[in-house]
Nanobody, 121 residues
Framework: QVQLVESGGGLVQPGGSLRLACAAS????????MAWYRQAPGKQRELVAA???????NYVDSVTGRFTISRDNAKNTVYLEMNSLKPEDTAVYYC???????????????WGQGTQVTVSS
């Protein structure tokens, strides 16, 4: 009933930029916080950045100053602008949304399928 679809991943050289997008669709009543996570091979999934409906943001220290999270509430879409990319940013990036499907249900976490970001020369 609810889908989160990421786009924008790919291969980029160190120092380059990418912009990820994640659109939520389906039966949606309201969306709370949205976030981007990433998981590198052999490592645990980590929170990269999060944004509230009002636009307050938080970032993991390793991306502060390089990544920017934003959202378009009218389009139910969250973005991650990634600049000055480093090889250690290589991972599968997942979007996450805390959303409510109707007025009678509690909010629940939904995940996208992930998009690969590879930073390599």
């Amino acid at each position: 009933q609810v889908q989160l679809v990421e786009s924008g991943g790919g291969l980029v050289q160190p120092g380059g930029s990418l912009r990820l997008a994640c659109a939520a669709s389906g039966r949606i009543f309201s969306i709370g916080a949205m976030a981007w996570y990433r998981q590198a091979p052999g490592k645990q999934r980590e929170l990269v950045a999060a944004i509230t409906p009002g636009g307050s943001t938080n970032y993991v220290d390793s991306v502060t100053g390089r990544f920017t999270i934003s959202r378009d509430n009218a389009k139910n879409t969250v973005y991650l602008e990634m600049n000055s990319l480093k090889p250690e940013d290589t991972a599968v990036y997942y979007c996450n949304a805390d959303l409510q499907t109707n007025i009678l249900t509690n909010r629940k976490m939904y995940w996208g399928q992930g998009t690969q970001v590879t930073v390599s020369s």
